[in-house]
């Protein structure tokens, strides 16, 4: 046999050997890893019994403790599903199953833990789940935690059956770690048999076998790389570079060049001859006589020549190369060899002319600049663009930096030297923005961007752009105005007062200074905006702030935060209390002062007074945050105004709590509406004949578990908030309610229920969807009611308000002017109006048995009222002379006290019972 064929056989063998080896220790590793799976799930079921068994006594303990039938069911329902699962574990332990790939693994140990006729496993778990069955089967009022079924489960069960269960968890670890074993040195086995087969392997096949193709190989190496890799190489750099090369025999003219010469004329290998004359005629015909000329110069005398033309190739297209050529001498001196390279520039030249046209069209320029290891700097590249932007030509910049960095300001010329310093150490983007000087603009605001590049030399290059960032950065200040400044007076807004504000509170607190709040609001604003206009309010606020300005130092902040609200900040006010609060009002007095003199506004050169409520929070270190500082400042701000404007208060603890004690009151307010702590009071209402014809429905609040609430105490902070809105329309549903329940009855023709509509009700935009809502919701007819309105309600839209009394009385609604005499309604006021009655307030009826001038108002309220023909109501009327008074003067409808007080509904049935009685 040939020593090939030796070879081959012994390599065969050596490797079906292996094969047959590694195909043993496969299946083997993977009998080992399935064996150790299926034995870990073994004893991981083993020793989840024991958690099963605590599982069944913690839920056993929550049903015999727990007294909610719900949380009973869950933990019972819990207990049965345990007793399922450990049925199932037992079985799965002593049977196997195929399914979960749970072997069945006996020994005689085993057999004794689970057999053993006084402490075997199988006795002691069936006892112990005979008791959890009982137990889950026990009810809940039958389960007590003195039951024996439930000790035995707590206490007894877990403390059997845990060292029972202990045990085979250890016996089924001992026997899965005695199977793994064998495996494992039966795979040791394996895997010594590898290793000889390899080692004989090594030492008869592949010893002599890389001996053999070592020598061939070595032999095949020297001829291939002798022949090919320099010229492999030297192809792949002229196609990666554009370049190829050619060599010309001065005497004959024969011309040799290389494949990439073919490539750049566009011509394929071999398709021509490769002459000094066919070369000439693949030139550009402008550029044949130059080139033609600097060759013949070269076959003349030794020289080198760099030069660019045009070739063509046959599809018409220029490109456009780069020549080097250099002639060699013979032993004669005379010229035998001429050599060179072309290189296709045509791409780069197009790319350089490209970024240069659009260095030209795009604001700013683009850039190279350089700096050696000795931050020495220099530009070699610099686009036109930086002639209008930094009013240097690029000419200039390029043959010295510094044209440029002299236009840098001062202040900001470190901060770019120290940005292109840490660039250039970590190779990372330098941004930066600056300031020059141009020689036209003035201050012109600059940003740079620009790439690092190592270079070999130690120095660094950068490749970036820089352009005019001024409109920008003007922009940008204008946003930061409008964000930080109020857009009508320039005052500080909310923002920057918070910023001021945050800032004065830490300050205070480092320096134990005090400082103050100052929070004003003109008196009576809102009456000259509704009859001068927005125009002339506008420029009182603008004037206003001028004088605020001009009544505190610089270093103070005149802040307004909308409307007619203005803030003044106070820093700095020294250590003392006392010297601080005086501090504080002398330039409160001095504000209030200014800001009483007379104004000049507008066009028309409109004279305006007004006055200013001032209030005064003082702060003193961070006792407080800048939130609470103000909200002081606005307690003590209504302060002033609750009593009567143009005046100076501090903030104090005593008005503190009032505002406190008015807002536990609304939030007691709105819980008690949804609690139902408000109902209807009725007095009622008679004729000038004692017959009864209506009743008012009055609100009372009676809190659960405290004394009743005075209505002049909870309406007037119902209006104030809001609140008055839903408790109105609850109010309304009620009479609603109250009128449809008295339909029982043998009401009087024309008995009607009077509700009270607040002038915050009235001015809702949905008003009257909300009457026909409710009247359609509770089925009342609107005959049986009627609405009592002030002036307040009326007057704010005349218009509106007419509309909206038409609509009513449309409906069949009774509308009634409250209060009447109180305040300033006219004849012309009344009469146009669609009004049903006038009802005299009781502060009139007070005074007619003593005062003359009260009952000549009456008088001629009456009489006024008739000649209208509207009907009159007297309210408060508690004497039998304001009584006679009253019937002797025609008035229709009398209310008071002599009548009866107001009572609740229960009662006023039982008044109305012997009122129809009497009748």
Not at 176 to 194: D, P
Not at 647 to 656: G, M, N
Request: charged fraction near 25%.
């Amino acid at each position: 046999m040939s020593i090939v064929g030796n070879l081959r056989l012994r390599y065969v063998f050596g490797l079906s050997a292996i094969a047959i080896l590694v195909t043993t220790s496969f299946f083997t590793m993977q009998h080992l890893i399935s064996k150790q799976r299926d034995f870990s799930q073994l004893i991981n079921l083993a020793g989840h019994q024991a958690g099963l068994t605590n599982r069944i006594a913690y839920f056993a303990s929550l049903m015999a403790a727990t007294d909610d039938e719900t949380e009973f069911n869950q933990a019972r329902s819990q207990v049965g599903l345990t007793i399922h699962k450990m049925q199932a574990a037992h079985k799965a332990l002593k049977e196997g199953d195929s399914e979960t790939r749970i072997p069945k693994v006996t020994n005689e140990a085993l057999e004794t833990i689970y057999k053993d006729p006084r402490m075997g496993l199988d006795s002691a778990l069936q006892r112990f789940l005979e008791r959890a069955r009982k137990v889950y089967e026990t009810d809940m009022d039958s389960l007590s935690i003195g039951s024996i079924d439930y000790i035995y489960l707590v206490n007894y069960g877990p403390h059997v059956l845990d060292p029972l269960l202990d045990a085979a968890v250890d016996e089924y670890e001992r026997i899965g770690r005695a199977a793994i074993v064998k495996i494992e040195r039966f795979e040791g086995i394996v895997w010594l048999a590898a290793l000889a087969a390899l080692l004989l392997e090594a030492f008869f096949i592949f010893r002599p076998l890389e001996k053999q193709v070592r020598q061939a190989l070595n032999s095949l190496q020297a001829s291939v790389t002798q022949l090919t890799d320099t010229q492999q190489r030297l192809v792949e750099a002229q196609k990666l570079a554009l370049v190829g090369d050619w060599e010309m025999d001065a005497a004959t003219g024969a011309l040799s060049c290389s494949d990439q010469i073919y490539e750049i004329v566009g011509r394929p290998m071999g398709s021509v001859e490769m002459t000094s004359e066919n070369v000439l005629k693949f030139i550009h015909p402008d550029d044949k006589n130059i080139v033609k000329n600097q060759f013949n110069a070269l076959t003349q005398n030794p020289d080198a020549l760099n030069m660019e033309f045009r070739v063509i190739r046959p599809d018409g297209t220029e490109r456009l190369v780069y020549q080097q050529a250099a002639s060699a001498k013979g032993s004669d001196g005379n010229v035998v060899k001429i050599s060179g390279t072309i290189h296709d520039i045509t791409e780069r030249k197009e790319l350089s002319n490209r970024l240069d046209k659009l260095s030209r069209h795009i604001p700013g320029f683009i850039f190279q600049y350089k700096r050696d290891r000795n931050k020495t700097g220099c530009m070699p590249y610099v686009s036109r663009g930086v002639q209008q932007t930094c009013g240097v030509s690029a000419d200039v910049i390029q043959d010295d930096f510094r044209a440029l960095s002299d236009l840098v300001y001062e202040e900001d010329l470190q901060k770019v030297r120290d940005s292109i310093d840490a660039s250039a150490i970590s190779l990372r983007t330098w941004k930066s923005q600056f300031r020059i000087r141009h020689p036209e603009k003035k201050e012109v605001w600059l940003e740079g961007h620009a790439t690092p590049e190592q270079m070999m030399d130690g120095g660094t290059l950068w490749y970036g752009y820089v352009w005019d960032i001024t409109e920008r950065r003007q922009a940008e200040n204008r946003i930061r105005r409008l964000a930080l400044y109020d857009a009508l007076t320039g005052l500080a807004n909310r923002r920057m007062l918070m910023d001021r504000l945050a800032h004065a509170v830490a300050l205070s607190g480092r320096k134990k200074d005090y400082g103050a709040v100052l929070m004003l609001d003109l008196d009576n604003f809102k009456s000259l905006n509704d009859t001068k206009g927005h125009d002339t309010g506008d420029a009182l606020l603008v004037d206003v702030g001028r004088r605020l300005g001009s009544c505190v130092r610089e270093t103070d902040t005149v802040a307004r935060l909308g409307g007619d609200e203005f803030v003044v900040l106070l820093e700095c006010l020294g250590s003392d209390e006392t010297l601080g609060h005086d501090k504080a009002m002398a330039v409160a007095e001095k504000i209030r002062s200014e800001l009483n003199r007379p104004y000049i506004l507008g066009d028309d050169q409109h004279v305006h007074h007004t006055s200013a409520s001032v209030g005064v929070a003082l702060f003193h270190g961070r006792d407080r945050d800048e939130s609470e500082v103000l909200k002081h400042a606005d307690v003590a701000m209504y302060e002033a105004k609750d009593l009567g404007r143009n005046r100076i208060c501090f903030y104090s603890q005593a008005r503190q709590a009032i505002v406190n004690t008015r807002s536990a009151m609304a939030l007691d307010m709105k819980t008690g509406l949804d609690n139902g702590e408000f109902c209807l009071y009725l007095q009622p209402q008679v004729l000038n004949n004692g017959m009864l014809c209506g009743a008012e429905a009055l609100l009372r609040w009676l809190p659960r578990d405290k004394p009743p609430v005075s209505p002049e105490a909870f309406i007037p902070l119902a209006e104030s908030t809001g609140l008055i809105l839903p408790l109105g329309e609850w109010v309304l549903k009620q009479a609603c309610t109250i009128v449809m329940d008295m339909e029982k009855y043998q009401l009087p023709e024309n008995f009607a229920l009077a509700v009270n509509i607040s002038a915050l009700q009235f001015a809702e935009e949905n008003f009257i969807k909300t009457v026909k809502r409710v009247f359609h919701e509770t089925g009342a007819t609107p005959l049986r009611l009627k609405f009592e309105l002030t002036e307040t309600s009326l007057v704010q839209d005349m218009g509106r308000a007419r509309n909206i009394m038409k609509e009513l009385r449309s409906m069949g609604l009774q509308v009634e002017l409250d209060d009447f005499g109180t305040g300033y309604s006219s004849l012309n006021f009344i009469k146009n109006l669609p009004l049903t009655a006038l009802k005299i307030d009781a502060s009139l009826i007070r005074g007619i048995e003593t005062d003359e001038s009260s009952r000549a108002i009456v008088r001629a309220a009456l009489a006024m009222a008739r000649a209208m023909s509207l009907k009159t109501i007297a309210e408060g009327v508690e004497t039998r002379s304001q009584m006679d008074y009253l019937v002797a003067e025609a008035c229709d409808m009398i209310q008071g006290y002599l009548i009866a007080k107001p009572m609740p509904y229960e009662a006023f049935i039982s008044f109305l019972g012997r009122k129809l009685k009497t009748a």
